[in-house]
């Protein structure tokens, strides 16, 4: 009940009270009406001090986190002054672009000297860095009749950072995934065992077959199977179809997409494979409107390939200024050949069934990895779930590795599928 209607509610009291009393004679009655206006006088003469000491301290957890990461926000708001505080209410500032999924960032109650409030909530993290403001907190009088407002500064955490290279969970895991060049039809020098030769004079001792010449008296040298460095070139379907997001305040499609593949960049990279980076649907530099980097490795180019992706995530355009079907075929020209192409994308439409069959023409190694992005409680998200399991069926059934990112399955297990299973057959040649 607001001051206003307290009034009016104890005047109403007051009046009816003396109002019976009078008529009726009853000096009782007549006295019990000055009760509510002692209490509305109270109410008036009690004042709400705006300078009362209030200590707000604010955590983030994780403080820097990949998009579509639930972050957990904790405010405390602590009494530190020597009087009680009848009623304190706050509010956090949560930045515009975030959203509350899950809690409040809202509190209130009575402190007395030395106690607490807690504002406990979580927001889902959006590429950037979101600034939390200063909370606000009211505090109103014992009588309710008075209140006062003020801003409270927060000691702690103040910023999320969101960025798609985050090593912060689900995704960060113990171990290298992808340790090691890509194991080949070759044989050579290596771990895995592949075959056994002839024995040649400057074959070192290590790779004799020990166990052969024991039961045979014929030296043979074994072979293992090569490992070797492959180009991998990472494509972000960046069009306008696939900037949906699977609810309020949740990534795009996009930002996860190019949040995959900026973990798969880094694993790459990590285990000396050249890779480059392609960005289809936004309005780039090359001929085609394409955002291109061509494989490579080291340290300029792991820093230039993460400022590609994060080009994806910030194209705005509405598509129309490009043409995804010549962009695509622009990747298949500049790839180095036999390179393996990786698609990131929703599958929200028929084009990246289209350009991974186009690309298997020109024997590309295909691997398409695709956020799931839809709904599965609605009629039309269901409908629209059974076309893009078909398309991903119809990926497979085009030669290319199809995985299926769905929100419960945590990325590093979706890397280890996509390029793991592929890894095993990408590159054959060479000569024992």
């Known amino acids: 009940m607001n001051p206003t209607a307290r009034w009016t509610a104890g005047l109403a009291a007051a009046a009816v009270l003396a109002t019976v009393g009078a008529a009726a004679g009853y000096a009782s009655l007549l006295l019990a009406a000055v009760v509510p206006l002692l209490y509305l006088a109270y109410g008036v003469l009690s004042t709400a001090d705006a300078d009362v000491a209030l200590r707000a301290h604010r955590e983030i957890e994780p403080a820097t986190a990949p998009p579509g990461q639930e972050v957990a926000v904790t405010l405390t708001v602590e009494n530190a002054g020597p009087d009680p505080l009848p009623d304190v209410r706050v509010a956090d500032a949560v930045p515009e672009a975030l959203g509350v999924i899950d809690g409040s960032p809202r509190g209130g109650t009575a402190l007395e000297p030395g106690e607490t409030l807690r504002a406990e909530y979580s927001v889902v993290a959006k590429r950037g860095d979101h600034e939390f403001g200063e909370p606000r907190a009211r505090v109103r009088s014992f009588g309710a009749g008075a209140a ?13 950072h969101c960025r798609l290279d985050a090593s912060a969970p689900p995704i960060e895991q113990e171990g290298d995934r992808f340790a090691g060049g890509m194991p080949t039809d070759s044989p050579g020098q290596g771990l895995e065992f592949h075959s056994t030769r002839p024995y040649r004079r ?4 290590s790779r004799i077959d020990w ?11 074994v072979n293992y199977r090569e490992r070797r460095a492959s180009s991998v070139v990472l494509v972000v379907d960046a069009r306008p179809i696939s900037r949906v997001v699977a609810g309020p305040a949740r990534p795009t499609a996009v930002e996860l997409a190019a949040y995959a593949a900026t973990h798969a960049l880094e694993d790459l990279l990590g285990a000396g494979h050249e890779v480059g980076v392609a960005v289809v649907g936004a309005d780039g530099p090359d001929a085609a409107g394409l955002h291109w980097l061509a494989p490579g490795s080291g340290r300029d180019r792991r820093a230039r390939a993460r400022d590609l992706l994060a080009t994806a995530t910030e194209a705005t355009a509405d598509g129309s200024a490009v043409d995804p079907d010549a962009q695509a075929s622009r990747i298949a020209t500049l790839a180095p050949p036999r390179a393996q192409l990786v698609l990131f994308s929703p599958l929200l ?24 992005v839809l709904t599965h409680n609605t009629v039309t998200g269901q409908f629209e779930t059974v076309r893009r399991h078909t398309r991903l069926a119809n990926c497979q059934a085009a030669g290319a590795r199809a995985v299926d990112w769905s929100r419960a399955t945590p990325l590093y297990a979706v890397l280890d599928a996509a390029f793991a299973a592929e890894a095993r057959g990408a590159l054959t040649g060479g000569s024992p």
């Open 202 to 205: 400057d074959d070192p001792a």
């Open 349 to 372: 439409d028929d084009w990246p069934v289209e350009t991974v069959e186009a690309w298997g023409v020109r024997d590309y190694s295909r691997v398409v990895l695709s956020p799931d």
């Open 211 to 221: 166990r052969h010449y024991a039961k045979r008296e014929a030296l043979t040298t």
């Open 148 to 160: 006062a407002d003020r801003s409270v500064a927060a000691s702690g955490e103040g910023r999320l």
